[in-house]
């Protein structure tokens, strides 16, 4: 995977990044004169179209058979280890992989220009900071089975981030939220488990401080019982709510603008994806707002 590890001991700073990597599948894939990118996504206004159109003529289909589309997208799935801004564009590439069409290939070539051009990121995290915290969101009305995604954030960047659609077709918002919650839920779980629960390395503070931008949804994550709008919801989706009685979570709503979820679900503007990308991977920066760097622990 040709990850970079460097470590600096008197900021008790870990950086991980693969720069070599990367520079490897440019070096396959891309050619000497491609345009170098600024965010993953050339225009988010057409980005969903093309991730969601098949191959509709023989002589596409066979247009793409000389491309190595299948290789492509694994090579950026690894790259996604230490580059999780990347996750939601990579995941949408996936849906037409069975089918791709050229749009899909160039696509997937602009996400690796972007990658390659800041080959040098990667998430550092900060053992002064060892809080965890999750933040969850989902795209509503994107589809009949929109994308969810969440991420946990400990030692101030990203140790576990998912995009990806979700399971179920949700009649609301709130069920997407809620149900996007859920899955956070379990990794948080996974998390406690390994890194909490025994003192191997620091105790971890419970509950868990986690963000979503859907106040309906923590309302009814935080109270118990049925309603005549929630009472059809899957079974597994109720773990959120027994997460929070059980007192390892506390989910809180946070405004959609200070929301990092935000960035596995939907195609950003330029603007807003790198205020969540520098947030994500903890690259100081001055995009990420005093507010937003309270919330996560740096000011």
């Not at 179209?49 to 190595?68: F, G």
């Not at 954030?153 to 659609?165: E, L, T």
């Not at 596995?264 to 205020?275: A, E, G, V, Y």
Request: hydrophobic share 40%.
């Amino acid at each position: 995977m040709g990850v970079d590890i460097n470590r600096d001991r008197s900021s008790r700073t870990v950086k991980l990044s693969q720069p070599g990597y990367v520079k490897q599948v440019a070096e396959r894939f891309l050619s000497s004169n491609t345009k170098a990118y600024s965010s993953p996504v050339r225009s988010k206004d057409t980005f969903m179209d093309i991730a969601t159109t098949i191959a509709d003529s023989e002589t596409e289909r066979a247009a793409m058979r000389q491309k190595s589309y299948l290789a492509l997208i694994g090579s950026l799935l690894w790259i996604t280890f230490t580059r999780p801004d990347v996750a939601f564009p990579i995941a949408a590439l996936c849906c037409v992989m069975h089918d791709p069409t050229v749009a899909a290939y160039d696509a997937a070539l602009g996400v690796l220009s972007y990658v390659n051009s800041t080959r040098d990121l990667g998430l550092t995290f900060d053992g002064n900071r060892p809080e965890l915290l999750g933040f969850s969101d989902s795209s509503f009305a994107q589809s009949p089975m929109p994308f969810g995604g969440h991420t946990c954030i400990m030692c101030g960047a990203s140790v576990m981030a998912v995009s990806r659609k979700l399971k179920i077709t949700p009649q609301s918002a709130h069920e997407a939220e809620f149900a996007v919650y859920a899955t956070m839920c379990k990794d948080i779980d996974f998390i406690i488990k390994v890194w909490g629960s025994d003192g191997l390395q620091m105790p971890l503070q419970l509950p868990v401080n986690t963000f979503c931008d859907n106040d309906a949804a923590v309302k009814t994550i935080t109270t118990p019982g049925m309603t005549q709008r929630n009472r059809y919801y899957v079974r597994w989706a109720m773990f959120g709510r027994e997460h929070f009685l059980d007192r390892k979570t506390k989910p809180e709503w946070l405004e959609t603008v200070y929301n990092i979820a935000d960035i596995f679900t939907k195609p950003l503007d330029k603007t807003t994806f790198l205020k969540f990308r520098d947030a994500l991977l903890n690259i100081p920066s001055p995009r990420v707002t005093d507010k937003l760097a309270a919330i996560l622990g740096t000011l």
